[in-house]
């Protein structure tokens, strides 16, 4: 049921049609792209209506509608010449293949680091609580003593 681009607002919408534009622009700028009416289920939300209008009006095509509550829309016919190949660079850039490889690399180099710097962090708690557990166990110890040094003190102070 027609092209789904996922994830949503990433730009890759316009990209793909600014590509198709600026390939059309190279081949056939004299040509016109007839005119059609828009899908109605989009012109149900206002804001799909309204993201569904900027983009087509973005790259050239004009927008307009026949009723009031804007429901029956239609583009008009356009030159291809006329039409807008652009996107948000911002967004999505071209990454040539060499670029991509290395940016992967740099990804999977700083995921290694990450994974020692986490094994040694791993390990700096699991002492601590090996420590921690020593601890308490002399504490308890030495509570106990305590205990019974005092007891023995009572019984030897009341039986003199």
């Keep these: 049921s027609g092209l ?3 994830p949503m607002n990433r730009g890759i919408g316009r990209f793909m049609a ?3 534009i600026s390939w059309a622009k190279n081949r056939w700028p004299g040509y016109t ?3 059609t009416d828009l899908n109605n289920k989009d012109a149900l939300n206002e804001d799909t209506r309204l993201r569904r209008d900027h983009f087509l009006r973005w790259h050239g095509f ?5 009723d009031a509550q804007h429901l029956k829309g239609s583009v ?3 030159r291809v010449g006329d039409l807008v190949g652009g996107w948000n660079v911002e967004k999505l850039q071209v990454v040539e293949i060499v670029e ?3 940016m992967l690399q740099q990804a999977e180099q700083n995921l290694a680091e990450q994974e020692v710097k986490l094994k040694k962090h791993e390990e700096k708690v699991s002492q601590y609580q090996r420590e921690d557990a020593g601890l308490r166990f ?3 110890c030495l509570v106990a003593f305590a205990v019974f040094q005092a007891g ?4 030897i102070a009341t039986h003199r």
């Design 138 to 140: 002399t504490i308890t």
């Design 4 to 6: 789904q681009i996922e």
């Design 152 to 155: 023995l003190l009572i019984w």
């Design 76 to 78: 008009k016919e356009v």
């Design 18 to 20: 600014a590509q198709g």
């Design 62 to 66: 004009d927008v307009v509608y026949a």
């Design 100 to 102: 991509a490889a290395q």
């Design 33 to 35: 792209v007839d005119g």
